[in-house]
């Protein structure tokens, strides 16, 4: 069993920076790869970024390639998600989730791992 904890998010002003972690336990960490997925209020869940199990691949939505930046850090069973250039379309509830890194980059939300999610509001 997997347990994921999110933390970090707030309000920030359009074109400010956050930085998001999640923190496992219950498991091996380094058996997963870890992805963000965000929901906007109204909107489906979306993959936001993933990066594999070794660290040694990522994946980035279109959206907020050169802005975010996915990290890991196995010492301590923690992702991280850098946001910076903030924009207000990017409100919504930020989840951390595990599984493989197929799976999370296929922005299938099938995963079976997530975190309860941390509101992140961008105002304008």
């Known amino acids: 069993q997997v347990q994921l904890t999110e933390s970090g998010g707030g309000l920030a002003q359009a074109g400010g920076s956050l930085r998001l972690s999640c923190a496992a336990s219950g498991t091996t960490f380094n058996r997963y790869a870890m992805g963000w997925f965000r929901q906007a209020p109204g909107k489906g869940r979306e993959v936001v970024v993933v990066?594999?199990?070794?660290?040694?691949?990522?994946y980035y939505a279109d959206s907020v390639k050169g802005r975010f930046t996915i990290s890991r850090d196995d010492a301590k069973n923690t992702v991280y998600l850098q946001m910076n250039m903030l924009k207000p379309e990017e409100t919504a509830v930020y989840f951390c989730?595990?599984?493989?890194?197929?799976?999370?980059?296929?922005?299938?939300?099938?995963?079976?791992?997530w975190g309860k999610g941390t509101q992140v509001t961008v105002s304008s």
């Open positions: 990066i594999s199990r070794s660290g040694g691949h990522t």
């Open positions: 989730a595990a599984d493989t890194y197929e799976l999370l980059s296929s922005g299938r939300g099938t995963t079976a791992y």
